[in-house]
């Protein structure tokens, strides 16, 4: 029994790499979520990385277009 907690606290802590930081606020650094998922090889990168600038641009183009349909004396 000593051997697997020894071993459990030998094993080496391998820092997570900076792309799966989103930002950082006063010095702690906040991750996208599901980065354990990549950290373990499950997932890549890209599955849980942000919009690519292509989505982006969509997203906002369909957002001003049904804005445009909205009735502004009603929701204005």
Do not use: C
Request: aromatic residues 6%.
């Amino acid at each position: 029994m000593e051997n697997a907690r020894t071993s459990a606290k030998q094993k080496k802590v391998e820092p997570i790499p900076a792309r799966l930081i989103k930002e950082e606020l006063d010095g702690i650094k906040l991750y996208y979520k599901g980065y354990h998922a990549v950290v373990d090889g499950q997932k890549t990168n890209e599955d849980i990385s942000p919009s690519s600038g292509l989505h982006a641009l969509l997203l906002t183009y369909l957002t001003l277009l049904i804005g445009r349909q909205l009735n502004e004396t009603q929701y204005g």
